[in-house]
């Protein structure tokens, strides 16, 4: 009964985990989106219990990093801004293997402004909740395999990727990045 319980658990967190490494890939398709502002900030940062410690500095340093990394390649010709917030991490701790290995989480909300609108896309902000990714070398825990500056990395593009997925999700729900509509009584030049 242990090990199926064990097995269940490895199961749900691999399906919860998120994979940053496509950057060698073609971004998927955000209309005409372009990086303006990327503005991250931590009035109200708080570290979860049994983690390492990181400071403001290195959190906004390595999101603004990996958001930058991850949307300098949308060439679109419409600026949007992102706020983020960092509101909580975990840098898991070495533990024991199996039995207590924890995992680094880390917490943000987004707004997304866009330029040409002078406007909140979101009103409220979307908090997203990031997961340290599934590899060899964080299957016993990160805290076991990697340094505190490797977690913040990772969980910093892991943060760019889920924001990324919540951006496509809003462009193909709501037409976030959509190209304006023509104006009424707009003419083909007839």
């Not at 906004?60 to 990093?65: P, V």
């Not at 979307?126 to 299957?139: A, D, K, L, R, T």
């Not at 990727?161 to 462009?171: D, M």
Request: proline share 4%; charged share 25%; glycine share 10%.
């Amino acid at each position: 009964m242990t090990r199926i319980l064990a097995l269940f658990a490895l199961l749900l967190g691999l399906a919860a985990c998120t994979n940053s490494n496509d950057l060698d890939k073609a971004p998927v398709d955000l209309g005409g989106f372009k990086l303006g502002h990327n503005i991250v900030v931590a009035p109200k940062m708080v570290k979860g219990p049994a983690s390492r410690e990181a400071t403001v500095e290195e959190w906004q340093a390595a999101l603004t990093g990996a958001v930058a990394e991850r949307f300098g390649r949308y060439t679109g010709d419409r600026l949007y801004h992102f706020g983020v917030s960092v509101e909580g991490y975990v840098l898991a701790v070495p533990g024991i293997p199996i039995v207590a290995s924890p995992k680094s989480v880390l917490i943000i909300n987004l707004t997304v402004w866009d330029d040409a609108k002078g406007k909140k896309l979101n009103e409220k902000p979307e908090q997203i909740v990031v997961m340290e990714s599934f590899s060899g070398n964080s299957i016993l825990g990160s805290g076991l395999t990697q340094s505190r500056e490797q977690q913040i990395e990772h969980l910093s593009r892991n943060a760019a990727k889920k924001i990324e997925e919540f951006l496509v999700r809003k462009n193909t729900e709501e037409g976030w990045f959509k190209a304006p509509e023509a104006a009424d009584g707009a003419t083909n030049g007839d």
